[in-house]
């Protein structure tokens, strides 16, 4: 059954496992990009799983996205494949969203070696959900690699701003005013310069009217978050497609502190342990 909660549910984890990471590089979209990998030490196949770090499209790294790939590696356990992708203004859109595509298809392609079953999902928080729901659409659309589920926390989904410039003065003020919109304007503004492309269904998933046959949802939203208000409403626009979803929100915190939140990464856990599994 399909289920839609505004609260995080109690669920029972097993034990972290213990991981080994290395880096590989491989050729991007627009130039090499990095990959670290978190591969759990437990001598069985795992299922995998992208992970695309925040950061508005300008910032963030690969060492900002420590704690959530190896707390969700290890508490699955999957293979998480954290992705360096090309970072505006230097490289706009659509370079971030063809990395992760890259990512996706090296991943499948290096499933045997790497010991992994053939089910792929896909995390991302910020601007990384951005990016997570943009190769959704690509694996879709293009039909070269399978992604069996998708989670999003936190995630930049409408570059109009339209929904966050829609809140209550209280609420404007609980998620940073108008400081904070002013900033994700900015961050769009570096990944989307020019006005069309802020048309493109890849661009605005929120706007979106294709999202029939996407993978499963995860969408987790924090209490303080200007960004709340879109990513629910993108729930909302999957379940009325008929996609699969959940909606998890956690009070008193921002959207800055999803990544390192560990009910939030256990949510995401438990969330990804089932769809992957059951996708194998």
């Known amino acids: 059954m399909d289920r839609s909660s505004r609260q995080p549910h109690s669920v029972t984890h097993p034990a972290p496992c213990p991981l080994a990471v290395d880096d590989r590089t491989i050729t991007g979209h627009a130039q090499d990009i990095r990959l670290r990998l978190y591969r759990p030490?437990?001598?069985?196949?795992?299922?995998?799983?992208?992970?695309?770090?925040?950061?508005?499209?300008?910032?963030?790294?690969?060492?900002?996205?420590?704690?959530?790939?190896?707390m969700i590696a290890e508490t699955i356990p999957a293979l998480?494949?954290?992705?360096?992708?090309?970072?505006?203004?230097?490289?706009?859109?659509?370079?971030?969203?063809?990395?992760?595509?890259?990512?996706?298809?090296?991943?499948?392609?290096?499933?045997?070696?790497?010991?992994?079953?053939?089910?792929?999902?896909?995390?991302?928080?910020?601007?990384g959900g951005h990016v997570a729901a943009s190769l959704t659409f690509l694996a879709r659309d293009l039909g070269e690699v399978a992604i069996a589920a998708q989670v999003l926390l936190g995630p930049m989904l409408d570059p109009s701003m339209t929904r966050a410039s829609q809140t209550t003065i209280r609420e404007a003020q609980a998620m940073g005013g108008e400081e904070a919109v002013a900033s994700c304007a900015k961050c769009y503004r570096a990944y989307l310069p020019e006005a069309s492309q802020r048309l493109?269904?890849?661009?605005?998933?929120?706007?979106?009217?294709?999202?029939?046959?996407l993978p499963p949802a995860l969408i987790v939203t924090a209490q303080n978050d200007v960004l709340r208000i879109e990513a629910e409403?993108?729930?909302?626009?999957?379940?009325a497609a008929g996609v699969p979803t959940e909606v998890t929100r956690f009070p008193a915190i921002s959207n800055r502190?999803?990544?390192?939140?560990?009910?939030?990464?256990?949510?995401?856990?438990?969330?990804?342990?089932?769809?992957?599994?059951?996708?194998?």
């Open 41 to 70: 030490l437990i001598g069985l196949a795992v299922p995998a799983l992208l992970y695309l770090h925040g950061g508005g499209f300008t910032g963030g790294s690969l060492e900002d996205a420590e704690t959530a790939a190896s």
């Open 80 to 127: 998480v494949v954290s992705v360096g992708y090309s970072l505006a203004p230097r490289h706009p859109f659509p370079t971030a969203a063809h990395d992760a595509h890259r990512a996706a298809l090296w991943t499948q392609d290096a499933a045997q070696e790497l010991g992994v079953t053939g089910a792929l999902g896909v995390a991302g928080h910020d601007a």
């Open 200 to 213: 493109h269904p890849y661009a605005a998933p929120l706007e979106s009217r294709r999202l029939a046959n």
């Open 233 to 239: 409403h993108y729930a909302a626009n999957l379940i």
């Open 257 to 280: 502190a999803l990544p390192n939140h560990r009910p939030a990464l256990l949510a995401a856990a438990d969330f990804l342990r089932r769809r992957l599994t059951a996708a194998a």
